[in-house]
């Protein structure tokens, strides 16, 4: 499908003030990202957050990481609301991070869960690049093709994830790739309709856009239920840590 990004500002904007209690996956991955980051390096002086949303990885950032300087960017203006409860001081960027221009360069750029809405993954590597200064880390997490498979063999509807393989080779040109991690997260719900909710409070429910009306969301589920009796959706995180190449 294709990525519009007005379209997720819309979407998320909905779903921020439910988004915390529903996203049990991306706070996992939040929490492993900074885990691993800290393992590798605990001091930054200009930290830049993409995608912040609703705080949660600035929130396990500040609890174990040290920064002079944090950058925080996100689609929505709404979102600066929820860092302002997590950070002290900080500078707010709003705007499509494919786009923004920071002054100075960072000396770590962190993302959670929002690679796959990049429409260009190589050329936004570039933008990346050209953000940090020498020796400079990114960290981020994203998700493979084997994510939400349940609802792609269901409705054919899906992202383009990359593959971890495919991750490493378009950052491997200009970064050392200090760490990967990939692993799966099932979750399960006690009826179709339920799992729809979870998806829209989670930003997502662009990927269910045909299921609006009353006849094709009772025919979602009636599929769903017959295809998957256990009611599961699969979750599929990648987490990459590397290090720019002066």
Same mark, same amino acid.
């Given at each position: 499908?294709?990525?519009?990004?007005?379209?997720? /500002?819309?979407?998320?904007?909905?779903?921020? !003030? &439910?988004?915390? &209690?529903? @996203?049990?996956? %991306?706070?996992?991955? @939040?929490?492993?990202?900074?885990? *691993?980051?800290? $393992?590798i390096k605990t001091d930054y002086e200009n930290v830049l957050e993409l995608g912040s949303g609703t705080g949660?990885?600035?929130?396990?950032? $500040? /609890?174990?990481?040290?920064? &002079?300087?944090?950058? @925080?960017? =996100? #689609?929505?203006g709404k979102s600066k609301k929820y860092l302002e409860a997590i950070l002290p001081e900080f500078t707010f960027?709003?705007?499509?991070?494919?786009?923004?221009? +920071?002054?100075?360069?960072?000396?770590?750029?962190?993302?959670?869960?929002?690679? %796959?809405?990049?429409?260009?993954?190589?050329?936004?590597?570039?933008?990346?690049? *050209?953000?940090? !200064?020498? !020796?400079?880390?990114?960290?981020?997490?994203?998700?493979?093709? !084997?994510?939400? %498979?349940?609802? /792609?063999?269901?409705?054919?509807?899906? #992202?383009?994830?990359?593959?971890?393989?495919?991750?490493?080779?378009?950052?491997? =040109?200009?970064?050392?790739?200090?760490?990967?991690?990939?692993?799966?997260?099932?979750?399960?719900?006690? *009826? +179709?309709?339920?799992?729809? @909710?979870?998806?829209?409070?989670?930003?997502?429910?662009?990927?269910?856009?045909?299921?609006?009306?009353?006849?094709?969301? &009772?025919?979602?589920?009636?599929?769903?239920?017959? $295809?998957?009796?256990?009611?599961?959706?699969?979750?599929?995180?990648?987490?990459?840590?590397? /290090?720019?190449?002066?």
């Open positions: 499908m294709q990525i519009n990004p007005k379209i997720i /500002k819309k979407q998320f904007e909905k779903s921020l !003030d &439910k988004y915390n &209690k529903n @996203a049990v996956v %991306q706070k996992l991955m @939040a929490q492993k990202l900074v885990k *691993n980051l800290s $393992a949660l990885l600035t929130e396990e950032f $500040a /609890k174990k990481l040290n920064y &002079k300087n944090y950058f @925080a960017n =996100d #689609l929505s960027i709003c705007g499509n991070a494919q786009k923004i221009k +920071p002054t100075g360069k960072m000396n770590l750029i962190v993302s959670n869960a929002m690679f %796959q809405w990049i429409s260009n993954l190589e050329k936004f590597c570039g933008h990346i690049f *050209n953000m940090l !200064d020498k !020796d400079g880390i990114l960290a981020f997490s994203t998700f493979s093709p !084997d994510n939400y %498979q349940e609802i /792609k063999e269901l409705c054919g509807l899906s #992202l383009e994830y990359k593959t971890l393989a495919e991750l490493k080779e378009i950052f491997s =040109d200009n970064f050392e790739i200090l760490y990967t991690e990939e692993f799966k997260y099932t979750m399960q719900f006690s *009826n +179709p309709l339920e799992l729809l @909710a979870h998806m829209k409070n989670t930003g997502v429910n662009s990927l269910s856009i045909k299921h609006r009306n009353f006849k094709a969301i &009772k025919e979602f589920c009636d599929s769903y239920k017959c $295809a998957y009796p256990d009611l599961t959706l699969t979750y599929s995180p990648i987490i990459v840590i590397c /290090k720019k190449i002066a």
